[in-house]
């Protein structure tokens, strides 16, 4: 069996993809899991996995079919979304980061409103649909009993803007709530005092996490916010659109070049290896076809585009392994610096006796190093 760590992005409906991909791994026997990170939807599938797996293994029956039966109730609530009352699916589709029509991109006069009104105001009742699925879906208790699976789920701490991880103990429906909590929204989830937002505004997905706690060397990003776009946008739902992608990818380009940077030091002799330790990246991604589901429909529930990009996922995931599944444990998948840093080289400082060893920050070597804690 080959191990994964996987490392989640978030992207409101958009993480229907994500959980086509988890099917489609789950599926597959010849595929184990160490750890599992996530920010915001991403966040949601890590527990619902996880949940799923971990009842399955107290209650002596298939843990990757409890997981992917948790997984597809998870989605298949969203996607009734789409169909509930009124007040229902406004503040469903809200939940995703959309907006009611009356204040809609297009609507000028509603934008210059906005600024006025606050959650606070907005949303007195602090209604949020996901908080009661997680509440009713999620055995959390199960999922810090489990051994087997470590899940990290990220928020953004509003007063510092940095990232927090939950796990273990800490992490319950409040964390998984405040990773996806977008501030313009829903008000500030409150845990232990301290209040904290969408964890994409910090980490979207947590790497580190999965290096530093997982014994495990291969990290599968799953993506569905797209790096690259053809051309500049220039009408206005257009314009949004491009800013979401950027916001959601910003926090991953740092964790790509650091991992880049150690790899490549590692690979020319120029870190001493005790130090540090290789990390094996994969991706899997919708590609092309994701392209043709703007980022303004991540705040959709329709049943049919939720169906869409879970199918979509499986497909993607199926090509992934029919290519690349012999490379689990022993390379990675991913041009980082052709992908993610626009092909920037790095230099290593030569000496008479060969590359000199390097002494990293506290913080990158603990970042990389190789026993985890």
Not at 50 to 76: E, F, K, V
Not at 303 to 314: D, K, M, T, V, Y
Not at 340 to 352: C, M, R, S
């Amino acid at each position: 069996m080959r191990t994964l760590n996987l490392a989640l992005q978030g992207g409101g409906s958009h993480g229907a993809f994500t959980w086509g991909v988890l099917d489609a791994l789950l599926a597959d026997p010849r595929i184990g899991f160490e750890g599992l990170s996530g920010t915001s939807a991403g966040a949601v599938n890590a527990v619902a996995l996880a949940s799923g797996y971990a009842t399955g293994l107290a209650n002596g029956t298939d843990p990757r079919r409890g997981a992917r039966d948790s997984l597809a109730r998870i989605w298949n609530q969203i996607s009734a979304w789409g169909a509930a009352g009124s007040l229902q699916q406004r503040f469903a589709s809200m939940l995703w980061g959309g907006l009611p029509p009356e204040l809609a991109p297009t609507n000028i006069w509603a934008n210059a409103m906005r600024g006025l009104f606050s959650p606070y105001q907005s949303n007195p009742l602090d209604i949020n649909p996901l908080r009661n699925l997680l509440e009713q879906e999620i055995d959390f208790a199960a999922i810090a009993r489990a051994p087997q699976l470590k899940v990290f789920v990220c928020a953004t701490h509003v007063r510092t803007g940095r990232a927090v991880i939950f796990s273990g103990a800490r992490l319950d429906a409040q964390a998984v709530t405040a990773s996806a909590c977008l501030p313009m929204l829903f008000r500030a989830v409150t845990i232990d005092d301290e209040d904290y937002w969408d964890g994409g505004y910090s980490v979207n997905p947590p790497l580190t996490p999965l290096i530093t706690h997982c014994a495990c060397a291969d990290v599968m990003l799953v993506q569905i916010n797209p790096l690259r776009q053809e051309h500049t946008p220039h009408k206005p739902d257009q314009i949004l659109d491009r800013v979401n992608e950027l916001t959601f990818n910003a926090s991953l380009l740092p964790q790509m070049r650091a991992i880049d940077l150690i790899n490549r030091l590692l690979s020319e002799g120029a870190l001493d290896p005790s130090r540090a330790r290789q990390v094996l990246l994969h991706r899997i991604d919708g590609g092309e076809e994701m392209k043709v589901y703007p980022a303004s429909t991540k705040s959709s529930t329709d049943a049919a585009l939720i169906r869409n990009l879970f199918e979509l996922g499986q497909q993607r995931t199926h090509d992934w392994l029919a290519h690349h599944f012999e490379a689990i444990g022993r390379h990675g998948t991913v041009d980082i610096r052709r992908d993610y840093l626009d092909g920037a080289q790095g230099q290593v400082t030569e000496t008479a006796s060969g590359p000199r060893r390097l002494s990293l920050p506290a913080w990158l070597a603990r970042l990389f190093r190789r026993t985890p804690r």
